[in-house]
T-cell receptor, first 116, second 113 residues
Framework: DADVTQTPRNRITKTGKRIMLECSQT?????MYWYRQDPGLGLRLIYY???????NKGEISDGYSVSRQAQAKFSLSLESAIPNQTALYFC???????????????FGPGTRLTVL | QKEVEQNSGPLSVPEGAIASLNCTYS??????FFWYRQYSGKSPELIMS????GDKEDGRFTAQLNKASQYVSLLIRDSQPSDSATYLC?????????????FGKGTTLSVSS
């Protein structure tokens, strides 16, 4: 089945450590997104990429960076993790063709990150 | 005004009843509207998309859109305990060519058997 996968699924780290979250998809979609979800704050967009050479900041990009290594892979890095980056992180994809042009997005299973 | 607003709930309905979930949005040029279902600790799952005024039905789910009133709703008929989840309304900001989905904070639905 065409799918979106995220690794790791759970991670506990310490303040100041560098962390990379990875996302891979077999849907053949060209657009990929990173969101974080916090209780009471909902889903917020961190970064998005429309293709390998097109990367854009979202609502809350400070403290994060991304890399689009291939159409199917999009990584999120926390250069120096801090406790308020503790959250549930989701990768999502969409297809710019057809109905995807309306921006239907499909989510990966998420990574639960805890920064101590 | 928040960009996408939903009542947080919880909305409690008995099994077999109709659950009605509502969402308002502020960006008048928005063209795409989505409902996601999210079980606790899981990822959002797309259950309905709607782009034109009126109703769109898919099984037990009906999405309703009124662009003049900037209002989207989701009806769940014959509610089941398995429908108990948080429902997220999402709006494509900036029209069809817009780049961002803006999410509401979600409405928690509880269906009792």
């Amino acid at each position: 089945d065409a799918d979106v996968t995220q690794t790791p699924r759970n991670r506990i780290t310490k303040t100041g450590k560098r962390i990379m979250l990875e996302c891979s998809q077999t849907k053949g979609h060209d657009r990929m997104y990173w969101y974080r979800q916090d209780p009471g704050l909902g889903l917020r967009l961190i970064y998005y990429s429309f293709d390998v050479k097109d990367i854009n900041k979202g609502e809350i990009s400070d403290g994060y960076s991304v890399s689009r290594q291939a159409q199917a892979k999009f990584s999120l890095s926390l250069e120096s993790a801090i406790p308020n980056q503790t959250a549930l992180y989701f990768c999502a994809t969409s297809d710019s063709r057809g109905m995807g042009s309306y921006n239907e997005q499909f989510f990966g299973p998420g990574t639960r990150l805890t920064v101590l | 005004q928040k960009e996408v607003e939903q009542n947080s709930g919880p909305l409690s309905v008995p099994e077999g009843a109709i659950a009605s979930l509502n969402c308002t949005y502020s960006d008048r040029v928005s063209q795409s509207f989505f409902w996601y279902r999210q079980y606790s600790g899981k990822s959002p799952e797309l259950i309905m998309s709607i782009y034109s005024n009126g109703d769109k039905e898919d099984g037990r789910f009906t999405a309703q859109l009124n662009k003049a009133s900037q209002y989207v709703s989701l009806l769940i008929r014959d509610s089941q305990p398995s429908d108990s989840a948080t429902y997220l309304c999402a709006v494509n900001k900036g029209g069809q060519a817009g780049t961002a989905l803006i999410f509401g904070k979600g409405t928690t639905l509880s269906v009792s058997s």
